[in-house]
Nanobody, 126 residues
Framework: SVELVESGGGSVQTGGSLRLSCQASGDTHLIKWMAWFRHVPGKEREGVAMARSGHTYTHYAGHAEGRFTISQDKAKNQLYLTMTNLQPSDTAMYYC???????????????????WGQGTQVTVSS
């Protein structure tokens, strides 16, 4: 099994920045893909960015492109999300997710990931 623990959330003002971290443990050698999602109560879980584990391939949702950067330290089994120019619309619970299957037909669909962390809250005030 794969365990994921997020950290780094907090409260910032509009235009601020945050860096989220996700520590993976357990059967990390099985991980093929990792991603960040966010969720606001009453809405569907939304993809933010994803990366192929141990590779440079990344993919971003439109709302994250140009503002957020996903990165990883494979040696430390850590995934990061650096968020800049944060807006109130970015307020959400942010989750780290991992997939162990190689084939990934829908990279930013939450249905593709079976392993999830507990989330870290990001609040952006105007």
């Amino acid at each position: 099994s794969v365990e994921l623990v997020e950290s780094g959330g907090g409260s910032v003002q509009t235009g601020g920045s945050l860096r989220l971290s996700c520590q993976a443990s357990g059967d990390t050698h099985l991980i093929k893909w990792m991603a960040w999602f966010r969720h606001v109560p009453g809405k569907e879980r939304e993809g933010v960015a994803m990366a192929r584990s141990g590779h440079t391939y990344t993919h971003y949702a439109g709302h994250a492109e140009g503002r957020f950067t996903i990165s990883q330290d494979k040696a430390k089994n850590q995934l990061y999300l650096t968020m800049t120019n944060l807006q109130p619309s970015d307020t959400a619970m942010y989750y780290c997710a991992a997939r162990t299957e190689q084939y990934l037909p829908f990279p930013l669909s939450y249905t593709q990931y079976a392993n999830w962390g507990q989330g870290t809250q990001v609040t952006v005030s105007s």
